[in-house]
């Protein structure tokens, strides 16, 4: 199969790239070669930007398309018409957050999804569309973004489009760092904060299983839209924390600390305690505990969490120097332990 991977090598679409070339396909990338634009020096690589110049894809053809990168309807709408009748299916990565309410669990596919008003359509065109992630509004609009974009993709290539939903995307190359904050603080030891329940579940998916089965999407020519986060069921938190400290053959002692603690506090959700959503904030229940259904009919399945726990781990020490962007930092946390200790004398 000739495969076109729209965007660069940097988390998905390096292990999309991989899983091609192991399946013994034709890759073909197109990005701006930005991103470690040395690896992969037996692909083909056509330079351009999705925003303002896709000249190097004309007069090809391929026969499958994955789009890593489209975010905004205006760059999603120049590729689709840039590739419409010379791709002959085209797989396009949206996003659990176009649903419009998580106020309950197990949604599907089915589930009513977000657009954009009038009013948020001008908040979009306001957004670089070379560097969306520049503009606070992307940020915001970022599910009726992807909503946009999904119907755009699927006019183009009615019958002839994948549509996965990913949730939090984790493993090796993880640059978003919130999966690696939980296995770097816990193989640091010590008391770790955790928050919540216990019990309470999480959704993740390896990147590698999510590129293994969007290219067997692209090779069956399978269409439709699936939930792609994971596993079924979903993991306790205790259960995704305790696997990293096996992994990392830990003595780290978990502090589990109430949501109403965490929230008085002020603590981050996401942001400063990955995974974690406050069990009274009801609008957001679901977004852990999708219906993934459709997408396992469809062939996608998950490696243990133990190895994407240990490959993770495995990881750590070639990511960088550059600042975390996602966990809490440990003056602060320990700050928060010593007041939750207090309050339980």
């Known amino acids: 199969m000739k495969l076109l991977v729209l965007g660069g090598p940097r988390f998905l679409g390096r292990f999309v790239i991989e899983r091609a070339l192991a399946r013994g396909h034709q890759v ?47 760059t999603v709408r120049r590729m689709t018409e840039a590739l419409r009748g010379r791709v002959g299916h085209y797989t396009f990565v949206s996003s659990i957050s176009v649903y419009s309410d998580f106020s309950r669990a197990r949604m599907d596919e089915a589930s009513p999804a977000s657009t954009l008003t009038p009013e948020q359509w001008k908040e979009a065109e306001a957004i670089d569309a070379s560097e969306p992630r520049n503009t606070p509004a992307f940020y915001t609009l970022y599910g009726p973004l992807k ?48 928050p ?7 959704q993740v998916i390896d990147v590698r299983d999510l590129a293994d ?37 830990s003595d780290a002692r978990f502090v589990w600390v109430d949501d109403a603690f965490l929230v008085e506090r002020k603590v981050g ?26 997408a396992i009919a469809a062939g996608l399945t998950y490696r243990p969490l133990h190895e994407t726990a240990r490959d ?18 440990r003056e602060k946390e320990r700050a928060l332990l010593e007041e939750w200790a207090a309050r339980a004398e």
């Open 28 to 74: 073909t990338i197109f990005n701006r070669g930005r991103t470690e634009p040395a690896l992969f020096p037996e692909v083909e690589k056509l330079r351009g930007d999705r925003a303002t110049d896709v000249s190097a894809l004309a007069g090809r053809s391929w026969d499958a398309a994955i789009d890593t990168s489209g975010f905004l309807p205006a």
């Open 196 to 202: 919540g329940r216990p019990q309470r579940n999480v």
């Open 147 to 194: 909503t946009e974009c999904e119907v755009l993709v699927q006019q183009a290539f009615p019958g002839r489009s994948a549509i996965p939903r990913p949730g939090l995307i984790v493993g090796p190359n993880d640059y978003m760092d919130r999966f690696p904050y939980w296995v770097r603080r816990i193989a640091e030891g010590g008391d770790v904060l955790a």
């Open 312 to 329: 993770t781990l495995a990881w750590l020490p070639g990511r960088g120097a550059q600042e975390w962007r996602a966990g809490l930092a």
């Open 269 to 294: 959700v996401w942001e400063e305690l990955p995974l974690w959503l406050p069990e009274s904030d009801t609008g957001h229940r679901g977004i852990l505990d999708m219906n993934v259904d459709r």
């Open 213 to 249: 089965w969007m290219v067997r999407l692209a090779e069956d020519r399978v269409a439709g839209v699936f939930n792609a986060t994971g596993p079924e069921p979903p993991t306790p938190m205790a259960e995704l924390l305790e696997t990293c400290r096996t992994v990392a053959r």
